[in-house]
């Protein structure tokens, strides 16, 4: 760990000494062809290069192609990524089989376009399907590939990128009530995605991460080679497996190790507003939650709402729980670690797993499992996050702080995430993913709005409230959550990436672990050829040996 600390601060003295040593400037802008020469050269170099033919109508679709829009927004959530504002994508590609994944980064590279990569379309700020860095550029949209083969006898599955993680879930659960896998909680989340940023979900304080329980991957490399984990050795397949997403390659496949759930599980919802002690309740909870019982996770998810005889507003907290394991061994556990709660036996639901991820969802309770093969969203809104990790209780009168500052925004929403059990016995370094042992739990901030025009009036609320929140969450570095993208935190500016620039945000999301992605990313591609604004830089060419 002390290793990767020097490494670090050794290399930035290195680069600020030399300004010609700070930024990887391999690409060099030149005067770009017109959007239907792009389109001629690349639909001619990718038929050529790919052995598996399909109809180019049913693969391309240009801005002229009555799809395109349909298409564009299929899976983006951030309607901020989708106005009219936003720099133009030159066409989408929609691979039906992996040669054409391996086709798209050959005729990229060779014809100089940027790629941007979509599985789910989840990314906080839009960057599989926006570039606000530089152009022409073009969307690879992997939804076409979504082959799921469980493997019950293996204990395992080989997922293709494009598939939903509930979909994931449900092909599991097709096979085996007894069996399930711990990533997320958003059942429309992209594989592909998901997984290279860590991947979090219920059953996290049980068995870590979605990433922490990968086996083997197949990925398309700057070289349009598909490598496997011995293709592409421990230090690639180490780097994808939480370092975020479109830094290495593209992913095409992940196998994943699937993990042993109870045949009856129990799931609850308790709320309490203001008025009913939330305060000194989510005090409490701060106290307990990476204490519990590994097998129960307790999130509490806060909201304004209007209650009470004059319809007031108020905040609510609401303690949304898994347990793994039926009712009655869970009022135990609960009766000896949390009984301010105040759970009851009505309070809770024995169901199946597939059922409790409906449930942690938001499904209502008689929704078929079913729907989570619709594969797509509903949640699109105008939105902005933030991510913390917290590892000392709040205090009380900081909390009334934090309603005070929620009570002013029109659509707040916070949700708290517990750590502990598993996550806490994993290594900082065995994933890039770092925020392990210590950390109590995650904060998400979040808000919504419908009107494109009022965009800067919520990014200065939840800007004012992450300051705010500063002396009570992790510091030096302040964590932040990769899957959470946050361009707050900085981000690549032009074609070229910084690496003192990308240190600011780097090491609040991978901490130590930042400079070895780097040097991994140094290593399988040096040209950075897979770039975004919050890309892992290569090290500049003069500070590589």
């Known amino acids: 760990m002390a290793f990767w600390r020097i490494s670090i601060c050794s290399l930035l003295l290195l680069l600020l000494s030399s300004s010609t040593m700070a930024t990887a400037s391999i690409y060099r802008p030149r005067k770009r062809p017109t959007s239907s020469l792009i389109q001629e050269k690349f639909i001619q170099c990718f038929t050529g290069s790919s052995q598996f033919y399909i109809p180019l109508s049913t693969a391309f679709f240009t801005p002229n192609n009555a799809s395109f829009t349909s298409v564009l927004q299929s899976t983006a959530q951030n309607l901020r990524y989708l106005v009219p504002s936003m720099p133009k994508r030159e066409f989408i590609i929609t691979p039906q089989h992996e040669s054409q994944v391996q086709a798209s980064v050959i005729c990229a590279k060779r014809l100089d376009i940027h790629l941007r990569v979509r599985s789910g ?11 606000q860095i530089e152009s022409p550029f073009v969307i690879v949209d992997l939804s076409k590939l979504r082959s799921i083969k469980v493997d019950i006898q293996d204990n395992s599955a080989w997922v293709e990128a494009g598939a939903t993680i509930g979909e994931v879930y449900y092909r599991i ?4 009530n007894i069996h399930g896998f711990p990533a997320g909680l958003c059942t429309s989340l992209g594989i592909g995605g998901h997984i290279t940023g860590g991947a979090y979900g219920s059953m996290m304080r049980k068995f870590g991460l979605g990433a922490d329980n990968v086996i083997d991957a197949r990925i398309v490399d700057v070289n349009g080679r598909v490598l496997d984990r011995a293709a592409m050795g421990e230090d690639l397949f180490w780097a994808i497996r939480g370092g975020g997403g ?6 095409l496949e992940w196998k994943i ?4 759930v109870p045949a009856t599980v129990t799931v609850f919802t308790v ?9 000194k309740l989510l005090y409490k909870w701060q106290t307990v ?4 019982d590994e097998d129960l996770f307790i999130r509490v998810i806060i909201q304004t709402a209007n209650a009470g005889k004059n319809n007031a507003k108020t905040v609510r907290t609401s303690y949304n729980a898994l347990f793994l394991g039926n009712a009655e061994r869970l009022l135990r556990v609960m009766q000896q670690s949390f009984p301010e709660l105040g759970l009851t036996g009505k309070d809770c639901t024995e169901t199946s797993w597939i059922k409790s991820v409906l449930y942690i969802a938001g499904y209502s309770s008689n929704t078929p499992a079913e729907i989570l093969l619709q594969g797509r969203s509903t949640f699109k809104n105008y939105f902005k996050a933030k991510s913390d990790f917290v590892k000392e209780a709040i205090p009380e009168t900081a909390l009334e702080g934090l309603w005070k500052r929620l009570l002013e925004e029109d659509s707040p929403l916070m949700i708290w995430n517990p750590y502990g059990g598993m996550m806490a016995r994993i290594s900082e370094s065995q994933i890039p993913f770092p925020h392990r042992q210590g950390t109590k739990f995650k904060i998400q901030y979040l808000t919504l709005w419908q009107d494109e025009d009022n965009a800067s009036k919520h990014f200065d609320w939840i800007r004012r409230l992450y300051n705010y929140m500063a002396p009570y969450v992790s510091m030096f570095p302040r964590g932040a959550y990769v899957n959470y993208r946050d361009l707050d935190l900085g981000m690549n500016k032009n074609i070229n990436t910084s690496f003192i620039e990308a240190s600011l945000w780097g090491v609040g999301y991978f901490k130590d672990n930042f400079m070895r992605l780097v040097k991994v990313k140094s290593r399988v591609d040096p040209n950075n050829f897979f770039r975004h604004e919050q890309s892992i830089p290569p090290l500049p060419v003069q500070a590589r040996y």
Do not use: R
Request: hydrophobic letters at 30%.
């Open 121 to 131: 379309g989840h990314d906080y700020e839009g960057h599989s399907y926006v570039s």
């Open 173 to 176: 659960a097709e096979k085996s």
């Open 246 to 251: 479109a830094s290495f390659g593209i992913i």
């Open 257 to 260: 190790k699937l993990v042993p």
């Open 271 to 279: 709320t309490k507003s203001l008025e009913q002690g939330a305060t």
């Open 289 to 292: 939650a990476d204490k519990l």
